[in-house]
């Protein structure tokens, strides 16, 4: 295959391998560019082997055919190439941006080193080099701040936890995980994580890192008090890697815009996973990324029929080990119901189980389970149709109560 019919696919996380090894399976090979060193794995697993019960092994991916390391540094339209850091370039017919996305690193007072460098002790977590840092840091008695309470800061608070580790987690909403969950469920997850002995502080804001020495030695929230912190883990979100798409002049918005058929505003180029925004919609989550690689692949390969009209996902987080380290939740649609929705809840307080689906016009718009999760295939399977629900009511409420659903 010549340069200018090649499949060139920018980024190695989970969507351009899935791309790839999907195109290679069509027929079609791709050259894939990964900038980590490490073998290609499951960022959804990170918190895992942070933990300690998986190690990098574990979460690997299989390693695509045409896997080149390098670092990417700019795109040349006019030419169909790709230029790299080492000086070497890459002609490409056709381009995929599965460039993912970046931590968010809040504005904090003290965060940076003069030389733009975070101290020692302070960590993002999003890749594997950030988990295995964090891993070689952490101590049991030692003590650690997680600024941000969404998916990832519950993850790795946990996570550090589990490992001994004395925890604060500094959440600035009014509650963790506000935007998957319901208040309830956000409560026994926040249950759970006290139950590990982490501190949980809602509503707190974090406003200065302070260091002696180059290492960090506390965190300043905003109403002055001050937390000791050996380590602080940074869990404040995560952005769209979008630099080389607007240096190359491609559309951008939150993230590389995309239409029906994955394509930028340059015909040549495409764009799957974190770094892409189809619609008004960036998903950042590993099941619009699959499914987005699939379709893309197909139409790669020939099939010009596919195309990708958005993903209906559920946000899932699965915390293993024994009791009371374990968490199970997922959560979809819509969990806050609006002004004549009707809800069904249930809550068992003594085994930590909690399942609620909110209903619209006869249709299952949302729903919410902690603790034994059986049920969320079919409740996930009745959303996803959008058929409208028996009127009297049973079926739905079997779909809650009996483990393994339909």
């Known amino acids: 295959m010549t ?223 001050a937390l000791d912190a050996e380590l602080v883990v940074l869990a404040c979100g995560v952005r769209p890697r979008t630099r080389l798409a607007e240096d190359a002049g491609l559309a951008v918005h939150r993230g590389v815009l995309v239409d029906d058929e994955l394509r930028t505003s340059d015909p040549h180029i495409h764009a799957v996973g974190d770094c892409a925004q189809h619609g008004d919609t960036v998903y950042g989550l590993a099941a619009p990324a699959l499914e987005q690689a699939g379709v893309l692949a197909e139409l790669l390969a020939g099939k010009d029929t596919a195309r990708y009209t958005g993903t209906r996902s559920l946000t899932r987080l699965t915390l293993t080990g024994p009791a009371p380290a374990g968490l199970d939740l997922a959560a979809f649609g819509e969990t806050v119901p609006l002004p004549g929705d009707d809800v069904v809840q249930l809550n068992d307080a003594t085994r930590g189980t909690y399942r609620k689906v909110v209903v619209r016009d006869d249709r299952l718009v949302g729903g919410v389970l902690v603790g034994e999760l059986g049920t969320v295939g079919a409740l996930a399977r009745a959303w996803e149709g959008a058929e409208p629900l028996p009127t009297d009511g049973g079926p739905l409420l079997h779909l809650l109560t009996n483990d393994g659903g339909s």
Do not use: K, W
């Not at 020692?120 to 891993?135: I, K, P, Q």
């Not at 997680?146 to 993850?155: D, H, N, P, W």
């Not at 589990?162 to 987690?169: F, S």
């Not at 030695?217 to 905003?222: F, I, N, P, Q």
């Open 3 to 225: 340069s200018n019919e090649r499949v060139v696919v920018i980024g190695a996380g989970l969507a351009g391998v899935t791309l790839a090894r999907r195109l290679g399976e069509l027929g079609t090979p791709a050259l894939v560019v990964g900038e980590e060193e490490h073998r290609p794995y499951n960022r959804v697993l990170l918190a895992e082997v942070l933990a300690g019960r998986y190690g990098p092994d574990v979460i690997a991916l299989p390693e695509p055919a045409g896997l080149v390391r390098g670092r990417v540094t700019g795109i040349d339209r006019a030419t169909r190439t790709v230029h790299c850091a080492d000086g070497r370039s890459i002609g490409y017919g056709t381009l995929v941006l599965a460039t993912g996305s970046n931590p968010v690193l809040p504005p904090l007072r003290g965060l940076f080193t003069p030389d733009r460098e975070l101290p020692e002790g302070v960590h993002a977590f999003r890749t594997l080099d950030d988990c295995l840092g964090l891993s070689a840091a952490v101590r049991p008695g030692g003590t650690a701040v997680v600024v941000g309470g969404g998916l990832l800061g519950v993850s790795a608070a946990r996570a550090l936890a589990v490992r001994g580790a004395r925890v604060v987690l500094a959440q600035q909403a009014e509650r963790l995980m506000e935007r998957q969950l319901d208040p309830g469920a956000s409560a026994l997850v926040e249950r759970h994580l006290t139950g590990l002995g982490v501190e949980v502080h809602t509503e707190c804001r974090v406003r200065d890192v302070r260091c002696v020495g180059g290492a960090v030695r506390s965190v300043e929230l905003a109403d002055g008090y």
